[in-house]
């Protein structure tokens, strides 16, 4: 899941305190810019088979400029080699009513390859009619919202029939911000295709060595009070 680390003057700061440092008229280019950094770090990754997630923010952008900042992203995609199926577009769930998606953005990232995915998907009508509009292949449980929950066990219930009923529309579901061995159970008792959060893995740079083989499941449910020596 890319995300970008702005630094001014040396300092890491957020996002959006870094972009009031750019000028109004440059702001697109440097959100084209981030996602194409991402496409051309894909290579440090050297594992074959990964899928790159990337946030679609269409809030800030006409359809033109979508349309252009699509076509940059795939020529990126080719210049690097990346295949558009392993290149994952995400659109937040609840967006300003003034960010639609066109029908003619849907249909050239469809048509190209790229997977869609709806973003922070919680509680409202508004998500579900999001998952309805774009039919994404991945909808992303928001992290916040899944930790509040996670310990109510009506409300995990009716996760669990949330999560089945996006199934049935053709999408993957992905549980975001898991931290404890709890919650991944109560994730994976919902239903959920895919989880994430540092509980797994922390973020790490582009370039970091990172151990991509699969994870022991139990040690996440081990009693750590609980030491086990082995008598031969």
């Known amino acids: 899941d890319a995300c970008a680390k702005p630094m001014l003057d040396g300092q890491s700061v957020e996002t959006e305190m870094f972009l009031l ?92 390859g790229v997977r869609l995915s709806v973003d922070g998907f919680g509680p409202g009508q508004s998500a579900l009619e999001r998952v309805e509009k774009l039919r994404p292949e991945i909808v992303k449980i928001d992290g916040g919202w899944f930790r509040r929950i996670a310990p109510v066990a009506p409300a995990r219930r009716l996760l669990a029939k949330l999560v089945q009923g996006l199934k049935r529309q053709g999408a993957s579901v992905l549980v975001k911000g898991v931290e404890t061995p709890p919650q991944l159970e109560a994730a994976l008792d919902a239903g959920a295709d895919l989880v994430q959060g540092d509980l797994l893995a922390r973020r790490a740079m582009a370039g970091s060595a990172q151990e991509l083989g699969p994870l022991e499941i139990d040690r996440f449910f081990r009693d750590p009070e609980k030491v086990v020596v082995s008598l031969r």
């Not at 923010?57 to 400029?65: I, L, N, P």
């Not at 076509?71 to 960010?99: E, H, I, S």
């Open 21 to 112: 440092s750019v000028a109004p008229e440059r702001e697109r280019q440097v959100r084209t810019l981030c996602s194409l950094l991402h496409i051309g770090n894909c290579h440090q990754m050297r594992e074959d088979g990964l899928s790159l997630h990337l946030g679609f923010d269409t809030e800030r952008q006409s359809d033109a400029d979508a349309m252009s900042h699509l076509a940059f992203m795939l020529a990126r995609l080719a210049q690097t080699g990346v295949a558009p199926q392993a290149l994952v577009c995400g659109f937040r769930a609840a967006p300003d009513p003034l960010a639609e998606v066109s029908e003619r953005l849907l249909e050239t990232l469809r048509s190209s």
